[in-house]
């Protein structure tokens, strides 16, 4: 049994005090107010507390709590002037389409949402109000009034939206679709809903007077808009980890339960995300109180500083390098799949790039292993028509092994997975994904008789799949480029630097350290993401004491901005004076 010494609740430390940080609707409400008695009021114009909203927010909780509190002659929400659900949802359904899980992402806005003739009507009733306190609370609340005296962005993470949609407790935007099965609400939300809010977000963030976190609806939470900046600052000067999250899954298994320390609740557990930062939220802490914001809001304020002028020039402000695990110890084989090649991908859902993927071996029992290409002279044709008869005709499984690659699985093997490459992880392992960002494309082409956690079959995306394999990526030429392509690069004193990939196809490169001893590493101008593969613990240190040395444990991924520049990396604590490892990911440019 390995014990846990991973931190699951990782924080960027902003200030020693919480007093910068008000927790609870008494201790905000009485900062707004007196921001609101410090606000220069305009003669002829009303004193505006606009609230912008986040999709998920209680608007409900927040309007209460505000009102009793402030009294405001009026409160106008502005998702009170969408237009009705009926024609929101005609104007998702192009993006959207008919498919359970993919749709195309699309230019939609939060002004698409809002009927102009609404919306002029309530700002006619602002204009009038004049003198008076108006409170404008929700998603678009920027728009109605665009200059408030006082602007307050109230996020909230994306996991957290996940689970009150999971809850049903939360529609869609300008939805009703509150009892919609929570993987179709995430599905709308991911093309439509986050992706129009966040350009709201980018005008309204840089400019917020106060950040207010509401993910925990008990303790809600205040910083003002300069302790955010100055705390996405100093985070995008060191090293820092964002929250992990994980999820069970059909094929999950028990390791991340037990390395990571997590409740006993679910069967399993399958996924575990710590580097998405499209997903995964920020810990900014003020004392003992923490305030959780997405962690896409640091590439949004920071991406130059982030990701470097090569790969901001390149993605904009999107984290290219995503970092995951997937666990099946004593769990089931993922779905065998394929993802879109880049045209695909392009085509067909409007992504820019695709997600192209790796599977690093964390752990792995005697006998595990991994799906990957075609067996030499596979009759591709026949293959086809056996999956579409494993999904016509119960009687009549998939036979995989006269077909797909079983290459073994141990420890610390790297398996390169170009998009187009037919692949699964089996059963008994434990996968550090090391991938391109998009993590939803994936074509399931048989799914070894086995239902979700539903209870129903799980979406298969045969005709998708079957325009993606590629049919020549058969045994040899798998193993010449696919499975542990590592050659050594370089070497020092107490360490060796090694080379796994990716794939030409990829755009991410990867570097193995194995070491006893100070490692030197830099940036060189582009973000970089590690993991501690091996070693109970290390230190990451800023040779000009740039940072603080910032400790990380077994498994835990980290994220180095291209600012920091050089940083080394040692073990420490109980891992002094043995060999620890870790995998670097970084954009070739
Ligand atoms: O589709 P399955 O069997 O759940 O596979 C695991 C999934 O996790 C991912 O690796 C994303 O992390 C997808 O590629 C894949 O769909």
């Keep these: 049994m390995r014990s846990s010494n991973y931190d699951k609740f990782p924080f960027v430390p902003v200030a020693a005090s919480a007093e910068a940080c008000q927790t609870g609707w008494a201790a905000i409400t009485s900062v707004l107010q007196a921001a609101l008695l410090?606000?220069?009021?305009?003669?002829?114009?009303?004193?505006?507390?606009?609230?912008?909203?986040y999709p998920g927010t209680d608007l409900g909780q927040l309007q209460q709590a505000l009102t009793q509190a402030l009294q405001p002659a009026q409160c106008l929400v502005a998702n009170d002037l969408y237009y009705p659900a009926a024609k929101?949802?005609?104007?998702?359904?192009?993006?959207?389409?008919?498919?359970?899980?993919?749709?195309?992402?699309?230019?939609?806005?939060?002004?698409?949402?809002?009927?102009?003739?609404?919306?002029?009507?309530?700002?006619?009733?602002?204009a009038a109000a004049a003198g008076e306190?108006?409170?404008?609370?929700?998603?678009?609340?920027?728009?109605?009034?665009?200059?408030?005296?006082?602007?307050?962005?109230?996020?909230?993470?994306?996991?957290?939206?996940?689970?009150?949609q999971r809850r049903g407790e939360i529609a869609n935007l300008g939805s009703e679709n509150f009892t919609e099965k929570a993987s179709l609400k995430y599905k709308r939300a991911f093309f439509v809903d986050w992706r129009a809010a966040d350009r709201l977000k980018k005008q309204a963030l840089p400019r917020a007077d106060f950040l207010l976190d509401t993910n925990d609806p008990a303790a809600p939470k205040l910083i003002s808009g300069a302790d955010l900046r100055a705390g996405l600052a100093a985070t995008?000067?060191?090293?820092?980890?964002?929250?992990?999250?994980?999820?069970?899954?059909?094929?999950?298994?028990?390791?991340?339960?037990?390395?990571?320390?997590?409740?006993?609740?679910?069967?399993?557990?399958?996924?575990?995300?710590?580097?998405?930062?499209?997903?995964?939220?920020?810990?900014l802490g003020f004392g003992a109180a923490r305030v959780e914001i997405p962690s896409i809001d640091l590439v949004f304020?920071?991406?130059?500083?982030?990701?470097?002028?090569?790969?901001?020039?390149?993605?904009?402000?999107?984290?290219?390098?995503?970092?995951d695990f997937l666990d099946t110890m004593g769990g089931g084989n993922l779905s065998l799949q394929v993802h879109p090649l880049t045209e695909y991908a392009q085509d067909h859902f409007g992504l820019a790039y695709t997600q192209d993927e790796s599977y690093y071996m964390l752990a792995a029992e005697p006998g595990a292993n991994v799906y990957l290409g075609l067996k030499e002279n596979a009759d591709f044709p026949a293959m086809l028509a056996d999956l579409q008869r494993a999904q016509d005709d119960p009687a009549a499984p998939f036979p995989a092994a006269e077909y797909i690659n079983e290459f073994p699985a141990r420890p610390h093997d790297h398996f390169l997975i170009p998009a187009g490459t037919v692949h699964c992880s089996g059963a008994n392992g434990v996968v550090l994904e090391i991938s391109a960002t998009p993590f939803i494309f994936t074509f399931k082409l048989w799914d070894w008789e086995r239902l979700g956690l539903d209870g129903r079959p799980r979406p298969i995306h045969l005709a998708h799949g079957a325009a993606n394999i590629q049919p020549d990526?058969?045994?040899?030429?798998?193993?010449?480029?696919?499975?542990?392509?590592?050659?050594?690069?370089?070497?020092?004193?107490?360490?060796?630097?090694?080379?796994?990939?990716?794939?030409?196809?990829e755009f991410i490169e990867t570097r193995r350290?194995?070491?006893?001893?100070?490692?030197?590493?830099?940036?060189?101008?582009?973000?970089?993401?590690?993991?501690?593969?091996?070693?109970?613990?290390?230190?990451?240190?800023?040779?000009?004491?740039?940072?603080?040395?910032?400790?990380?444990?077994?498994?835990?991924?980290?994220?180095?901005?291209?600012?920091?520049?050089?940083?080394?990396?040692?073990?420490?604590?109980?891992?002094?004076?043995?060999?620890?490892?870790?995998?670097?990911?970084?954009?070739?440019?």
């Design 236 to 283: 995008v000067r060191r090293p820092f980890r964002v929250v992990p999250f994980f999820d069970p899954g059909p094929w999950g298994g028990q390791w991340l339960r037990e390395v990571i320390d997590l409740p006993d609740g679910p069967a399993n557990y399958a996924w575990g995300f710590d580097c998405v930062p499209e997903e995964n939220s920020l810990l």
């Design 301 to 323: 304020a920071h991406p130059r500083e982030l990701l470097g002028e090569a790969v901001h020039g390149r993605f904009g402000t999107e984290f290219p390098i995503r970092f």
């Design 513 to 589: 350290h194995w070491f006893t001893d100070l490692v030197p590493h830099h940036t060189l101008g582009g973000v970089q993401v590690l993991n501690l593969v091996q070693g109970a613990e290390a230190i990451v240190e800023s040779p000009s004491g740039a940072f603080e040395p910032f400790v990380v444990h077994y498994a835990e991924t980290f994220i180095v901005p291209a600012a920091v520049g050089a940083y080394t990396i040692r073990p420490h604590g109980p891992a002094a004076g043995t060999e620890c490892a870790t995998m670097k990911a970084y954009v070739r440019t």
């Design 473 to 505: 990526r058969t045994t040899a030429w798998v193993e010449q480029n696919l499975v542990n392509q590592i050659e050594p690069v370089a070497s020092g004193p107490g360490w060796r630097e090694e080379r796994t990939g990716l794939h030409e196809r």
């Design 38 to 53: 410090a606000a220069p009021a305009a003669p002829g114009q009303p004193l505006v507390l606009a609230v912008e909203c």
């Design 88 to 126: 929101i949802d005609a104007l998702v359904a192009g993006p959207l389409t008919d498919d359970p899980v993919f749709g195309r992402l699309n230019g939609l806005t939060i002004s698409d949402f809002i009927d102009p003739q609404r919306l002029r009507a309530v700002q006619a009733t602002l």
């Design 133 to 164: 306190l108006v409170l404008v609370l929700g998603t678009g609340a920027t728009l109605v009034c665009p200059n408030p005296s006082v602007l307050v962005y109230a996020d909230l993470a994306r996991w957290e939206i996940q689970q009150r």
